[in-house]
């Protein structure tokens, strides 16, 4: 019984300090929940990790918290992903409850204004981050399909203006034609 509430302790805090420093920011969680889950504790593969985080990323719903609940039900069924679903949200709502009551003293003031503007900066730094992860894991695969996506995908958004969720929608698409293709020619 010992090592279940060791375990949901755990849970419990990681949940809470990811949440509060992942505030506002859906993708920032990935690499956070890679670096407690999968480097230090390994309850789980960085693959393993790129397929929930694609899970939490199509379900309703914040991905901070689905990512959350995912990884929690991983590592301890049910109960973990309720221990991590609540810890997860209480960081969000007790900060929004303190904007919200002090919300014209925040827009007002310059200092804070200049401390969201540089926390912008270092999510920008752990997205890329991420992005570079997430590049390497589909390079390991070494299918030009894939790896000819990436570039394809930003051209058709950066240059040409598509919209994200047409990219997503196609890529999708080929993606699920690809595994069509392939089952088809091993039989």
Known sequence: MKPQIKTYSWLWAINLFISAFTFGRGYIVVPM?????????????????INMAAI???TPGAIAINLSALAGYKVAGIPGALISCISAVIPPLVILSFVSVFYKIFVSNPMITAVLKGMEA??????VDLIIDMCALIFKQKSLFLSAMIPLSFIANFVFGINVALILLV???LCILQIFYKKRKEK
């Open 171 to 173: 890529c999708c698409i």
């Open 122 to 127: 270092g999510v920008a730094a752990i997205m």
């Open 33 to 49: 929940v890679r670096r407690f889950f999968v480097v230090k504790k390994q309850y789980f593969t960085e693959e393993e990790l």
């Open 56 to 58: 939490a990323q199509s």
